[in-house]
């Protein structure tokens, strides 16, 4: 299952796990209620078969998807499309990523403003809440492949920070505090 910790700002190279010195892990139910993040886990092998995810899929409006192959090989402009993928973000809508191969990182904040790093590896599926800062790093292997879903046509906007003034951003800061209280 999806492992995450809440990392430290000070680092020379954003492919290292990060931990806190003690490290501060953050179990899948904190991460959630931290963060509303939602994670699943299936075998990439058979998931197209699988009963959970297929259902996961209707059930949440999935109904469209591609995939994407990240690496230096794979990807035209791979240190540009990193550092971009790098710059903390929101959304309009949720990010969902099933990962097929390789590993990498989401790092989201929680409602303190503090960094929760997630490692992703193959079988992983992420569900980023709209509205809430995030950023994708590749770690050290420098290689994943992910299967990005979409609630209808793929919006690929994303909103630099600061963003505290748009419409998602607050109903997501809403919903937060609500499942806090």
Request: aromatic share 12%; hydrophobic share 35%.
């Amino acid at each position: 299952m999806v492992k995450s910790w809440y990392m430290s700002s000070i680092y020379d190279d954003e492919r290292n796990e990060l931990h806190l010195n003690p490290p501060s892990f953050v179990t899948i139910e904190e991460l959630n209620a931290k963060t509303g993040v939602l994670c699943w886990k299936f075998n990439p092998k058979d998931v197209d078969e699988n009963k959970e995810f297929i259902e996961l899929k209707r059930s949440r409006g999935y109904t469209y998807e591609d995939s994407v192959e990240i690496s230096p090989e794979k990807l035209p402009g791979y240190h540009d499309k990193i550092k971009m993928f790098f710059a903390e973000h929101i959304h309009t809508d949720e990010e969902i990523r099933f990962i097929e191969a390789g590993s990498g990182y989401f790092d989201v904040r929680d409602l303190d403003d503090k960094w929760i790093r997630i490692l992703v590896e193959a079988g992983d599926l992420l569900v980023l809440p709209a509205g809430i800062y995030h950023r994708f790093t590749c770690d050290k292997n420098d290689y994943i492949k992910a299967r990005r879903l979409f609630i209808g046509e793929p919006v690929w906007t994303p909103y630099n920070r600061p963003a505290d003034d748009m419409e998602e951003r607050k109903k997501y800061i809403d919903r937060m505090k609500c499942q806090k209280a």
